[in-house]
């Protein structure tokens, strides 16, 4: 058969019901990993998942989560020769909590519901669909390949990736051989452009910390002791503005990115952000003077105040408060050195004239990937999908929010190519979630198309790449 018919296989499973019955069968498991029951995490893995790639000749792992007991992982290897280039694939059985009772009347979050072209269901878009339609992809080319792919591939499913996938470095570090590829093909997180299929190589850290600043016990009366006593929210205000100007572009040197790379440039030069997530026009002149909305969200940092208390705000009374607390977050792209943040902000504010700011690092950061846009698996990705869809894909040197790719690009050494399967209004995490019909089919149609290309020509690509 040809890679058309596959394709044209791939059409079919969708057309006549195959891959909704799928995904309906998935979503009916409660797999909410923020919930205390999680035995339903492994009922997934080995009810569901498993014997789906069984079938397709994959040989199951079931592996122990060393941070997190209850939620473990299934690496599923198909090997089918030494020599051949190597695929991982990666998805997230878990979800998060389905609360039932936000959910618009008639849908119902553990059974897809369609209306239109849109599937509403818990999982439908993060990550449940994305995964089955990578699964189903490789079944249409078992099937037109008489039962080859012409690659070994392995697939890595876990269940904590919505309470932060504690674990899954450790997972991965510890299953390096069961795990071993050139390149992971991975899905989750949404397109850019509803009506245009995208790669993303890598994703922007994420690194959150406190400004806090304590002058003395207890609340003094404004009226006795206001241009007397140094006000601490007064000073961290000041503080923030030294960090980031009024226009939002960063301050400190220490935070910020080397220049855009030509390669991110010339990617970004055909990405267009005209408006946010609600449909309201971009601000004129905010951020990083100098470069594009698309370069200031995909090719740079932001660093942004997500909270900032003093008093009591929602009961203020006349009096200077004793002490105050910002909370900061910085969102970056490689090249950053976050390695001892605190002593970077803290020596600058010093600088600065700052004195008895405490800064704290909190939460676990996520670090910084990206996958030049000029390398050979990225050119052989966007070219793929090219072929099968008529149109050149939008290419993004990283998404603008954080995954954890460090663990495959950097624990595992792996080349990292997403390929999105849902759009930025699913609603993800919130009620009425859901998966649009149309972007399923493409995207089952799509990866129908690379992992045919990958038996054709993957490993031409991996010498390629190997030889620099």
């Known amino acids: 058969m040809t890679r058309d018919a596959a394709i044209a296989g791939a059409a079919r499973y969708f057309d006549e019901g195959g891959y909704k019955a799928d995904l309906d069968r998935r979503i009916g498991i409660r797999t909410e990993s923020q919930a205390a029951d999680r035995a339903p995490l492994l009922d997934y893995l080995q009810r569901e998942i498993g014997p789906s790639l069984a079938r397709l000749g994959f040989d199951l792992h079931l592996v122990d989560n060393p941070a997190a007991p209850d939620a473990p992982a299934l690496i599923a290897r198909r090997q089918e020769g030494d020599g051949l280039p190597g695929v991982l694939c990666y998805g997230h059985g ?35 669909g994305q995964h089955s339609i990578n699964i189903a992809a490789v079944e249409q080319v078992l099937e037109a390949r008489g039962g ?62 406190d400004l806090r600043l304590t002058l003395r016990e207890g609340s003094h009366h404004s009226g006795n002791w206001g ?75 932001a660093l942004e105040v997500l909270a900032f208390t003093a008093g009591t705000p929602d009961a203020p009374q006349n009096a200077i408060p004793p002490s105050a607390r910002v909370h900061c977050q910085l969102r970056f792209v490689v090249g950053t050195d976050v390695s001892d943040l605190p002593g970077t902000v803290g020596a600058y ?7 008895g700011i405490e800064v704290s690092e909190s939460g676990t950061p996520m670090l910084a990937t990206r996958l030049d846009p000029d390398d050979a698996w990225a050119r052989w990705a966007a070219g793929s999908i090219a072929a099968t869809t008529g149109g050149a894909p939008m290419v993004l040197p990283n998404v603008g929010g954080s995954l954890p790719n460090e663990v495959f690009a950097g624990t595992l050494g792996l080349a990292t190519v997403w390929v999105p399967h849902s759009y930025g ?8 979630e859901h ?18 290309d990958l038996g054709e020509s993957g490993a031409a690509v991996a010498r390629q790449r190997r030889a620099g």
């Open 94 to 128: 878990d979800v998060v909590l389905g609360e039932p009772g936000r959910w618009r009347a008639g849908l119902d979050p553990w059974r897809i519901t369609v209306e239109g072209d849109r599937w509403y269901g818990r999982g439908t878009a993060d990550n449940k």
């Open 349 to 355: 504010l010093e600088a600065k004239g700052f004195r």
């Open 425 to 432: 209004g699913c609603r993800q995490h919130g009620p009425d």
């Open 148 to 209: 080859r792919l012409g690659f070994n591939m392995a697939f890595l499913v876990e269940t904590s990736e919505e309470i932060g996938s504690p674990g899954l470095d450790e997972i991965c570090a510890a299953n390096r051989d069961l795990l071993a590829a050139d390149v992971l093909i991975a899905s989750d997180g949404p397109r850019l452009d509803v009506g245009r299929p995208m790669i993303a190589l890598g994703t922007r850290g994420v690194i959150n910390f």
């Open 227 to 301: 241009g007397l006593l140094p006000n601490p929210a007064t000073i961290l205000a000041n503080a923030v503005a030294a960090l980031v100007d009024a226009r939002g572009a960063i301050r400190v040197p220490g935070l910020r990115p080397p220049a855009v790379p030509d390669s991110v440039r010339r990617a970004l030069a055909d990405v267009a952000i005209a408006r946010d997530a609600e449909g309201a026009p971009l601000a004129e002149g905010w951020g990083e003077p100098g470069l594009s909305p698309a370069e200031r969200v995909f090719g740079w940092n």
């Open 435 to 452: 998966l649009l019909a149309p972007l399923a089919r493409e995207g089952l149609q799509m990866m129908t198309g690379l992992f045919w």
